[in-house]
């Protein structure tokens, strides 16, 4: 009956440590540095409306102006101020990243379960799923945009559809590999229910590599959004998005140079911000992966 109590050998290591921070930080600095990165580009987007200005309001007077303390990243050649165009944008992008993420995760999650539990459904679900995966986000984009209109909760679906298979296949193999253990076997003959044994044996061992790739799906839509909005076909065009901040600026490269770069670095920022928090997540819950790199 000892084998009933069993813990999930793979679950999250590192939680126990939360108390000891330092040393915490010392052995995963990628998780700190991402982390706190994301959190400040998050506080950023959050407070935006109490310091950044008004993103929209234009003045035909102050078109392609140099940086100064009024508008600190200069205007645009419509006469309006970068950096609140700039901050603003950091919503939208995360806003997308982020949700795209969560929705991902949770479908992929509910999906690869059953499906890993399941042999007949997972004959089924999976060559749907490898049909799915077929699809190229940008092509899906296009279409749901062009028979609804643009829109930011249009393009988190058409970004979350195509992510759901890689999410799926990932909890699907945990779960394959995890219903074989001894312990979950015991428990199952132990009289254990089936949604029990799911919930306190099976759903935290996907808990971890699901974290990972959600970063991942994250980092993904976050360049997604910005590529399909300097198309024009993402983010409406009359709300601050670094990818049709970049379209409609890169004419005036050589005048106003911010107008491009700010959105930019910023873009550059938060995906390597969310890479980061991706990889020491990944050193975090697995070790040995950091002596292989």
Known sequence: MALLSAPVDTAPIGWLQIANLPRLARRHPLVFLGGGLLTLLITMALLAPLYAGDPVNMDPFKRLQPPSAEMWFGSDNLGRDVFARTVFGARISLMVGLMSAASAAIGGLLIGVIAGYNRGVDSIVMRFLDGLMAIPTSLLAIALISLTGAGVDILIVAITIPSIPSVTRLVRSVVLSVRTRAYVEAALCGGA???????????????????VQSANVCASAILTEAGLSFLGVGVPTEIPSWGNMIASSS???????????APGICLTATVLAVNLFSDGLRDLFDPRSKGRR
Do not use: Q
């Open 193 to 211: 229910r089936l949604p029990k044994v799911l919930w306190r044996h099976i759903l935290p061992s996907t808990i971890p590599p699901l974290m």
């Open 251 to 261: 004419l005036y490269l050589p005048v106003a140079p911010l107008t491009v770069f």
